[in-house]
Antibody, heavy 119, light 110 residues
Framework: QVQLVESGGGVVQPGGSLRLSCAAS????????MHWVRQAPGKGLEWVAF????????YYADSVKGRFTISRDNSEHTLSLQMNSLRTEDTAVYYC????????????WGQGTLVTVSS | QSALTQPASVSGSPGQSITISCTGT?????????VSWYQQHPGKAPKLMIY???NRPSGVSNRFSGSKSGNTASLTISGLQAEDEGDYYC??????????FGTGTKVTVL
């Protein structure tokens, strides 16, 4: 079955950097695009970024554009999110999610990893 | 990109039907049939309930149904059950090739 396992969360100071990873299994990773979505404590879901199956195109929310970079390693079945110039408002649980394919929806989600930006 | 607008809360008694609205613009909800709905229980990851406006993934109860009219999409839960309590989020593809979620609706079973 599809499994998505995030890692890399933790506490970081404002202005710092952090790299999140998502290990994928149970499906043909090279066939599907992947997303990052975040949820601040007690708040709603916020889409962060999307990368196509071959890494050819990447899309970002305005709130993270220029600071975050989504990437993937198809040989390792791993999705990554490099987060630079972190702000307190980036504090959230970060989920990776699988793109369904022929349509725009996120059909499987990981359990999330918590990123806390605080001095 | 502004979040899609949902009511903050909706409630109903067991067995009743409830409907959650999701209002966007012609650049997202109104422009594409790529509206999805997600259910989230406290401390858990979201779960896909509806995609492409009205399609249910395998394993999702047929008590959940979706529709769209203009810039507003709707999720209806019929035969409300205690396990349906939780937060519900709509989402849509946008004209900027991005994705946007709704503000979220807390469903309470009375």
């Amino acid at each position: 079955q599809v499994q998505l396992v995030e890692s890399g969360g933790g506490v970081v100071q404002p202005g710092g950097s952090l790299r999140l990873s998502c290990a994928a299994s149970g499906f043909t990773f090279t066939t599907y695009g992947m997303h990052w979505v975040r949820q601040a404590p007690g708040k709603g879901l916020e889409w962060v970024a999307f990368i196509r199956n071959d890494g050819s195109n990447k899309y970002y929310a305005d709130s993270v554009k220029g600071r975050f970079t989504i990437s993937r390693d198809n040989s390792e079945h791993t999705l990554s999110l490099q987060m630079n110039s972190l702000r307190t408002e980036d504090t959230a649980v970060y989920y990776c999610a699988k793109h369904r394919g022929s349509t725009w929806t996120l059909d499987y989600w990981g359990q999330g990893t918590l990123v806390t930006v605080s001095s | 990109q502004s979040a899609l607008t949902q009511p903050a809360s909706v409630s109903g008694s067991p067995g009743q039907s409830i409907t959650i609205s999701c209002t966007g613009t012609s650049s997202d909800v109104g422009g594409y049939n790529y509206v999805s709905w997600y259910q989230q229980h406290p401390g858990k990851a979201p779960k896909l309930m509806i995609y492409d406006v009205s399609n249910r993934p395998s394993g999702v109860s047929n008590r959940f149904s979706g529709s769209k009219s203009g810039n507003t999409a709707s999720l209806t839960i019929s035969g409300l059950q205690a396990e349906d309590e939780g937060d519900y989020y709509c989402s849509s593809y946008t004209s900027r090739s991005t994705y946007v979620f709704g503000t979220g609706t807390k469903v309470t079973v009375l």
